[in-house]
């Protein structure tokens, strides 16, 4: 798993929280088998595999409006080549929280985190 994290580890700032590393330089246990299938794949594979999907995303016209854009101008989607492993403790508690938004937006009437974030605004809960 050595080659793979040593090129990561050269990229990566060294003051800043790491989702796939600990402080230590090892990966977190949920980050494990993703490393494992990358070492495996090989700098060069993994390379051309996310050269390939931007061809692919380019030549598809993925993009994306920026909310309020006055120009409405479409963005290339800036996609990583290294997928968020997300653990399933801390999974349970994204989960957690999503629901508890979704019965107040629930009880509140609301649809979305905008209509959300506008009441909050008006009401000066923010």
Same mark, same amino acid.
């Given at each position: #798993? &050595?080659? +793979?994290?040593?090129?990561?580890?050269?990229? *990566?700032?060294?003051?800043?929280?790491?989702?796939?590393? &600990?402080?230590?330089?090892?990966?977190?246990?949920? +980050?494990?088998? =993703?490393?494992?299938?990358?070492?495996?794949?090989?700098?060069? &594979?993994?390379?051309?595999? +996310?050269?390939?999907?931007?061809? =692919?995303?380019?030549?598809?016209?993925?993009?994306?409006?920026?909310?309020?854009?006055?120009? $409405?101008?479409?963005?290339?989607?800036? =996609?990583?080549?290294?997928?968020?492993?997300? $653990?399933?403790?801390? +999974?349970?508690?994204?989960?957690?929280?999503?629901?508890?938004?979704?019965?107040? *937006?629930?009880? #509140? $009437? #609301?649809?979305?985190?905008? &209509?959300?974030?506008?009441?909050?605004?008006?009401? $000066?809960?923010?």
């Amino acid at each position: #798993m &050595e080659a +793979w994290l040593a090129a990561y580890r050269q990229k *990566l700032p060294t003051d800043c929280y790491d989702d796939l590393l &600990e402080a230590s330089g090892s990966p977190r246990p949920s +980050w494990q088998k =993703l490393c494992q299938a990358f070492e495996s794949l090989g700098l060069g &594979e993994i390379r051309r595999r +996310w050269d390939q999907a931007k061809l =692919l995303l380019r030549d598809h016209g993925v993009s994306y409006d920026a909310y309020g854009d006055p120009q $409405g101008v479409a963005r290339p989607w800036n =996609l990583s080549p290294i997928p968020v492993v997300v $653990g399933s403790d801390e +999974w349970a508690r994204v989960a957690k929280g999503l629901s508890q938004r979704a019965r107040l *937006l629930d009880k #509140m $009437g #609301m649809a979305t985190n905008a &209509e959300l974030t506008r009441y909050a605004i008006q009401n $000066g809960l923010v």
